[in-house]
């Protein structure tokens, strides 16, 4: 049993939720993981879907693009197009409530696998601290891995200008972000 076999103890697959399916490709320089996605993202089948979520706007800001404004195939085609990626660190979980804390018996997606997927991948930056937990995985690479501030409307401690200021660092140093951004 490797680490990303979580047993999945009582559980019955009723009781399971199922994550999104990556958006990455060959040309993925970054990949932002999160944890798993929300209801709301479940729901609609799209990353970040939560309206009071930071990310769309976070990456709107470091771009200069109306991210907020664009319909999802439009955002996911400006990802692409900037080699940002993006997944979670779970595929599968239980889950109550909203909150990261109330994940159990979650199963990890094939992180190892990253760079096999994306050969030109840099580095990894993780949402939030629930994703970081996991950044073991993600050292094993042998990139240079990032800590977030998650773009969670959860995380209420952090304003939007601290957020924005902490995810300029990373992008940049990446060369992600317009240059006017930076």
Excluded at 5 to 32: H, N, W, Y
């Amino acid at each position: 049993m490797t680490p990303f076999d979580t047993p999945l103890d009582t559980a019955t697959p009723a009781d399971r939720l199922q994550g999104l399916a990556p958006v990455f490709d060959a040309e993925t320089r970054l990949i932002v993981l999160g944890s798993f996605p929300s209801v709301a993202s479940l729901q609609a089948q799209r990353y970040y879907a939560h309206p009071q979520n930071h990310f769309w706007k976070l990456l709107g800001a470091l771009w200069g693009l109306p991210m907020t404004d664009m319909p999802y195939p439009e955002r996911i085609d400006v990802l692409r197009a900037h080699g940002l990626g993006v997944w979670d660190v779970y595929a599968a979980c239980q889950r109550e409530c909203i909150l990261d804390s109330a994940i159990r018996n979650a199963q990890l997606n094939d992180l190892p696998g990253l760079r096999a997927r994306c050969p030109r991948l840099e580095a990894v930056a993780h949402n939030g601290g629930e994703s970081f937990r996991h950044a073991r995985h993600t050292r094993a690479l042998g990139l240079p891995v990032y800590r977030l501030p998650s773009s969670s409307p959860a995380n209420a401690s952090w304003s939007f200008a601290r957020k924005l200021a902490a995810w300029r660092e990373v992008f940049a140093r990446h060369g992600l972000c317009a240059p006017e951004a930076c």
